[in-house]
């Protein structure tokens, strides 16, 4: 009897430290992590011209080269008239093209009311990689695709008159980050907006580069203090991230970029996905769709609170902590 009382004390209290160790990690997460993740420091040797591509939503995937092929696959619309394009650029994970891949761009399509286009790179190494190496060499392929692209604004073209909007998640910040300090020469208004959504670069200097972003005729960053995977690479970094917060960690306010807007979604929520439909609150979801189909138009909403900076603003309404 005595040594069932002893194996049910020292399962009690293998439970306990199990359940404060699981209580540390959920509380401590982000230290968890950036003690495991690391930024990458060598090349991947595997790293070739096959892992990158275009990917439709319905899963198609064609080579870089081939962005007529890709967009010629899409349908018209019920008028016969090319819609808008939205190129996707991804972030940090595996699988990117895979089934969430294949919604995200799903949802974005329906948001814009548009074709959506995946640049698909090489964003995965393993748990303990952040591939920031990856991102520069993604950079340098995105840019060959924007220079496609201005081919293709030329009278009979596929992208004659067709609005292109991008929208760059996460890791996408460094990948664009790079095409800035690369300044292409790229023509004014190739791109009607760039929509950063919460994008995992560092903040400081971060206007050097994306006023060098002239081709796009608007910028509009979102911004989410509470996203989790923004809180690793702060601590990973030790310095602030651009998609989590506009001011750096000695509390100095950050010189902001003059031809971007910038939006604030918290406090909102831990969602890393919050422009996913279901990962939003509905005033979020109304006016991330809204800048993308009408870009600064759209900072009237009413969901929109304009903060003393001219080019900074408040998500508030249904769903919004901070209304």
Request: no cysteine; glycine share 8%; proline share 6%.
């Amino acid at each position: 009897m005595e040594a069932m009382r002893t194996i049910l004390a020292v399962l009690a209290l293998v439970v306990v430290l199990l359940t404060a160790a699981s209580g540390y990690v959920w509380l401590n997460y982000d230290a968890v992590v950036a003690m495991v993740l690391k930024p990458q420091t060598v090349a991947t040797g595997d790293i070739s011209e096959k892992s990158f591509g275009l990917v439709t939503p319905d899963g198609k995937r064609f080579v870089l080269g081939d962005l007529e092929g890709a967009l010629s696959s899409f349908k018209p619309s019920a008028d016969g008239s090319s819609r808008p394009l939205v190129l996707f650029v991804h972030g940090f994970g595996p699988d990117p093209d895979g089934e969430f891949g294949l919604y995200t761009m799903g949802e974005l399509a329906k948001g814009a009311d548009a074709d959506v286009l995946m640049f698909n790179w090489p964003s995965w190494i393993s748990m303990t990689q952040f591939p920031v190496l990856n991102a520069k060499a993604a950079s340098e392929r995105l840019i060959t695709l924007l220079q496609d692209m201005a081919k293709l604004r030329a009278p009979g073209k596929a992208l004659e008159n067709r609005p292109v909007m991008i929208v760059g998640h996460s890791m996408a910040g460094e990948v664009f980050r790079h095409v800035g300090e690369a300044a292409p020469d790229l023509p004014g208004g190739l791109i009607s907006r760039i929509l950063f959504a919460v994008p995992e670069t560092a903040l400081p200097d971060h206007r050097l580069w994306m006023e060098k972003l002239g081709f796009a005729k608007e910028i509009f960053v979102f911004v989410n203090a509470d996203d989790p995977a923004l809180q690793v690479t702060t601590r990973m970094y030790n310095t602030a991230r651009l998609g989590r917060t506009l001011t750096n960690l000695d509390g100095s306010a950050e010189p902001l970029a003059r031809n971007a807007n910038y939006i604030l979604l918290d406090p909102e929520s831990w969602r890393h996905y919050f422009f996913v439909s279901g990962q939003r609150s509905e005033a979020i979801d109304q006016i991330f769709a809204d800048i993308l189909k009408n870009g600064s138009a759209a900072l009237s909403n009413d969901y929109l609170r304009t903060e003393p900076a001219v080019n900074v603003f408040v998500v508030v309404g249904p769903g919004a902590e901070g209304s």
